[in-house]
């Protein structure tokens, strides 16, 4: 999609902290962090919800939040992880290309994100 901003750094044509890559799925740090450490993961290519994913993309994209989550909690030496989708606009989703955040806690840090 050629006005979506995670299509863009996917492409590299926008500067993105990408911090792990696989076949389908991209990771890079929000730019707007929750906490220390806040990491996206998306599918390279553009879908706007989790039921547009491919199996084969979607399996994948939860892959890499597995694999992710230990490595960012020991990078940022977290306590915790809030995992999420905001799935739909009236969800919260701002950015109409799938991601998934990956947000690390830390105990004595209050509330939700
Ligand atoms: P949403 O509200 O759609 O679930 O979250 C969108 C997230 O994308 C926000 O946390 C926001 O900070 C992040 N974001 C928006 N634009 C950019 C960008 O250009 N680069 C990066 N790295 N993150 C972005
Ligand atoms: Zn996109």
Known sequence: MSD???CAIAAKDVHGRIVHETEHSLAFLDVNPLAPGHTLVVPKDHYARLDDLPEEISADLWRTVDELVPRVEDAVDADATNVG???GPAAGQEVEHV??????RFDGDGGSP
């Open 4 to 6: 979506c901003i995670f």
């Open 85 to 87: 989708v905001n799935n």
């Open 99 to 104: 991601h998934v955040h990956i947000v690390p």
